[in-house]
């Protein structure tokens, strides 16, 4: 046999070995199935004697089941003005999440914030739902009170249509600071996000007076001014009644500049 031929057999064999192990490879890196994403949670509010509660309610499948599997109950709370669930933490078959809760009924705005647990087998799944934090925010509710959150990764950031200023809540400490406002104030009308974890904070009435801040995924401001601006997200519809809509169309802010580099700011 030449020595080109046996260099042609060997390469062709290394190449097939090469293919076999790529596609291997490729499945131990590829991001696992949460074990509950064949399971979805669904919320439906009940008003009683003045007081609101919420049932919630998990169904789906699992590999040997389908079904309803868990329910159970938030609160009371005097009304629900606005919930979020928080990221999944997954550990094996158990899959850990925040539900966070806003009850703006009452003049002093609360934070609830609740532990709810999911263990997944192949047959069912187990739910424990926990209150772990209630925090009070420097927000004005109210019967009649509008609320509006959004979050990103790290935060939450919260308003009601009766106070000028919104706040921003860090998930890992709950630590609470204003953010926002303007002179003469204008009270908070929408909070939106979109998918990489830009917020804004926008403020004003309809045809009236209004402005906006935008906030980064580090919870830092990157743009304030005037002007309804918004952002809009991949899963759900901004609702734009309450925002309405400028009479002037502001100047443009096109423009940018060459970022200056960490090491040339220290000089």
């Known amino acids: ?30 991001a696992p199935i949460a074990p509950d994403s064949t399971l979805f949670t669904t919320y439906s509010l009940f008003s009683n004697g003045g007081q609101t509660t919420v049932d919630w309610l998990v169904c789906g499948s699992t590999q040997k ?25 997954i550990k094996g078959n158990v899959v850990t999440r ?3 809760v806003v009850d703006s009924g009452s003049a002093d705005v609360k934070l609830y914030v609740y532990k709810k647990v999911d263990t997944v087998t192949d047959s069912s799944d187990t739910v ?42 860090q998930k890992s400490n709950l630590n609470v600071i204003k953010v926002g406002g303007f002179s003469p104030p204008i009270n908070v009308t929408a909070i939106t996000s979109d998918q990489y974890g830009y917020v804004t904070v926008t403020q004003g009435t309809p045809g009236g007076e209004s402005g906006f801040y935008l906030f980064g995924p580090d919870g830092f401001g990157r743009e304030d001014g005037g002007g309804s601006d918004f952002v809009v997200g991949t899963r759900q519809a901004v609702p734009l009644t309450a925002l309405g809509g400028a009479t002037i169309r502001p100047a443009s802010r096109i423009g940018y500049r060459a970022r200056v580099s960490a090491q040339a700011e220290i000089k």
Do not use: W
């Open 98 to 100: 925040a539900i966070y």
């Open 65 to 89: 089941s389908e079904g309803c599997y868990a329910s159970g109950q938030l609160g009371p709370f005097v009304l629900v003005g606005a919930m979020l669930e928080g990221d999944p933490f």
């Open 1 to 30: 046999m030449s020595r080109i031929l046996k260099h042609r057999i060997l390469f062709v064999a290394t190449l097939l070995i090469f293919a076999a192990i790529v596609p291997l490879h490729a499945q131990r890196t590829s």
């Open 128 to 169: 424990t739902v926990t209150l772990k934090h209630t925090v009070t925010l420097p927000l004005t509710g109210g019967s009649t009170a509008s609320c509006s959150m959004a979050a990103n990764k790290l935060f939450l950031f919260i308003g009601t249509d009766q106070s000028p200023q919104g706040v921003e809540v």
